[in-house]
Nanobody, 124 residues
Framework: QVQLVESGGGLVQAGDSLRLSCAASGRTFSVYVMGWFRQAPGKEREFVAGISRGGISTASADSVKGRFTISRDNAKNTVYLQMNSLKPEDTAVYYC?????????????????WGQGTQVTVSS
């Protein structure tokens, strides 16, 4: 198993940037495909971005493509989400997730471990 802790959320205004971090512990980080999801009030948790075990491949939701970048540093057991050009619609709790599978999945049910979430609020 792996434990995940997100950090870096906060209150910003539209157009600003934030970098979220997810620190992993418990098992070798590099064996997991990692993903970021977000959940706004009253909405389902949705896929934001994912990254392969070695960091070679990434995937992102259309809503954030070109603005958000996922990356990982396996030596630091950390995955990041760089968020640029933030919009009020990006306001949500952002969750880090890990899966033991091989490929990057966009499905919530394919991820085995979740962090506690970090709040991102973007004002207009």
């Amino acid at each position: 198993q792996v434990q995940l802790v997100e950090s870096g959320g906060g209150l910003v205004q539209a157009g600003d940037s934030l970098r979220l971090s997810c620190a992993a512990s418990g098992r070798t980080f590099s064996v997991y495909v990692m993903g970021w999801f977000r959940q706004a009030p009253g909405k389902e948790r949705e896929f934001v971005a994912g990254i392969s075990r070695g960091g070679i491949s990434t995937a992102s939701a259309d809503s954030v493509k070109g603005r958000f970048t996922i990356s990982r540093d396996n030596a630091k057991n950390t995955v990041y989400l760089q968020m640029n050009s933030l919009k009020p619609e990006d306001t949500a709790v952002y969750y880090c997730a890990a899966r033991g599978g091989t490929y990057i999945s966009r499905g919530r049910d394919d991820y085995d471990y979740w962090g506690q979430g970090t709040q991102v609020t973007v004002s207009s």
